[in-house]
């Protein structure tokens, strides 16, 4: 069974921190994974997509990493603003063919950041 | 709009009932789908239309679920008999033809009393 684990669950830090985010996942087979962000009462927003091929990409203060051979991802957050205080999804596509696009969706990380 | 949009944002009713829920697409997507979010959980795959048709219906919880998109850009998803157990952030997302990401809208609060 397709499955994507996220950890922390919850996550407590002070403005202007750093902290990483993990996910791992057992998706077969794969073609992609998001980090989505979900601000409280809105829908989730695509930080990130990577392919297989790809073990890092960034965007702006977010900077992903991806290990296909262990199945894990990290999301890691550079000097947090406040308005990083969000929900953070991770998503495993295993490609087109399925009716929600293959896609797996782990229960996120809550992330809040203290001033 | 340029975005997802759905309606309304917040929903209360009283078990047993029926409620009906919008969401506008982004225009010109052909791919539509819907989600359920409960408290502290992911997103969970209702149903996804491709058109006007329901193309995979496989994540309806049972037959009180029903969705429709009749001239392939609005959909309305419909409850009825509403139970507790269907309070949730009901999530709606479009994709545009041959793209891959979904775009989300901020969704529908259903509260079941």
């Known amino acids: 069974k397709n499955q994507v684990e996220q950890s922390p669950q919850s996550l407590i830090i002070l403005e202007g921190k750093n902290c990483t985010l993990q996910?791992?996942?057992?998706?077969?087979?794969?073609?992609?994974l998001r980090w989505y962000k979900q601000d409280t009462g809105r829908g989730p927003v695509s930080l990130t997509i990577m392919t297989f091929s790809e073990n890092t990409k960034s965007n702006g203060r977010y900077t992903a990493t991806l290990d296909a051979d262990t199945k894990q991802s990290s999301l890691h957050i550079t000097a947090s603003q406040l308005s990083d205080s969000a929900s953070y999804i991770c998503v495993v596509s295993a490609g087109s063919g399925g009716g929600a696009d293959g896609l797996t969706f782990g229960k996120g990380t809550h992330l809040i950041i203290q001033p | 709009g340029a975005g997802v949009s759905q309606t309304p944002s917040n929903k209360v009713t009283e078990k047993g009932k029926y409620v009906e829920l919008r969401c506008d697409p982004i225009?010109?997507?052909?791919?539509l789908y819907w989600y359920r979010q409960s408290l502290g959980q992911g997103p969970e795959f209702l149903i996804y239309?491709?058109?006007?048709?329901?193309?995979?219906d496989s994540g309806l919880p049972n037959d009180r679920f029903f969705a429709v998109r009749p001239e392939g850009s609005v959909s309305t998803l419909k409850i009825q008999r509403t139970e507790r157990g269907d309070s949730a952030v009901y999530l709606c997302a479009s994709r545009a033809s041959g793209g891959s990401e979904q775009y989300f809208g901020p969704g529908t609060r259903l509260t079941v009393t």
């Open positions: 996910c791992n996942y057992t998706v077969s087979p794969f073609s992609n």
């Open positions: 225009s010109g997507h052909t791919a």
């Open positions: 239309f491709q058109g006007t048709g329901a193309a995979d």
